[in-house]
């Protein structure tokens, strides 16, 4: 079970994933506030290479929710509680960047330079024309990896995991597929989802304290809520 019980214990927690993502925020604001939009998409855009296509095209992947269930189900044999946690941070996180996309209805790069400037795109990489802000690749690759951050002991860890949700985040710019802003913005959503799951599941009343939660899911038979004594007439 994880030791936080309020949003302070989780933040001290998970201090060393949140100050790095903190300095990104700080960042990526200065940068929107002095940079038109799509400049960085640009200038990635135009130092394309055949090495940086294949770094991103797998990065991107990382964003995708076949491999987010794929790294849920060994945790299973860790502890149920986290799967939990991971699963509805994953839900809650897609389902909100994707009604947020449906209510602003932006254009995607590739609709929004057409006729403007030739993009390079990654061969065998379909590129989408709308519904480009924030972006969900994103928001569930930031709330994978403070996921995985969270359930580490060891928390240097957190200085990878937070690499590797940059990188899953840049890689829909390089793809062409999003904006620095809907990046941003995408981060987000992950890392409040994340962080707001691993509060409620740590503290609401019919989830707190059950054993059954906190062990590895084939060791659960030998919990009495899995081994219930069939009745006899």
């Known amino acids: 079970m994880l030791k936080s ?4 214990d989780i933040i001290i927690d998970n201090k060393i994933f949140l100050i ?3 300095c990104f925020l700080i960042y990526g604001a200065f940068r929107l506030s002095l940079f038109p939009k799509g400049a960085d998409l640009l200038w990635l855009n135009a130092h394309n ?3 940086l296509d294949l770094w991103f ?3 991107t992947m990382i964003g995708d929710g076949v491999f987010f269930v794929s790294v ?3 945790i299973l044999w860790i502890r149920i509680r986290y799967s939990i946690i991971g699963l509805f941070s994953f ?3 897609g389902l909100t960047a994707q009604i947020l996309k449906r209510i602003f209805d932006m254009p995607r790069p590739k609709a929004y330079f057409q006729g403007l400037v030739d993009l390079y795109f990654v061969p065998g990489v379909h590129v989408y024309s709308q519904h480009s802000f924030p972006s969900g690749h994103t ?7 403070l996921f995985l951050a969270a359930i580490s002991k060891n928390k240097n860890w957190s200085y990878i995991y937070f690499f590797m949700a940059l990188c899953v985040g840049f890689s829909r710019i390089y793809l062409s597929q999003h904006f620095f802003i ?3 913005f995408g981060s987000m959503v992950g890392v409040a989802h994340c962080l707001l799951f691993i509060y409620l599941i740590e503290n609401l009343a019919f989830l707190k304290n059950k054993e059954w939660l906190d062990c590895p899911i084939h060791k659960c038979g030998k919990i009495p809520f899995f081994n219930r004594k069939k009745s006899h007439d």
């Open 5 to 8: 019980k309020t949003f302070k």
């Open 20 to 22: 790095l993502y903190l």
């Open 49 to 51: 290479a055949w090495f």
């Open 57 to 59: 095209r797998f990065w």
């Open 72 to 74: 849920l189900i060994p």
């Open 91 to 93: 839900i809650s996180s």
């Open 139 to 145: 928001a569930s690759g930031f709330a994978l990896f």
């Open 182 to 184: 809907d990046v941003y």
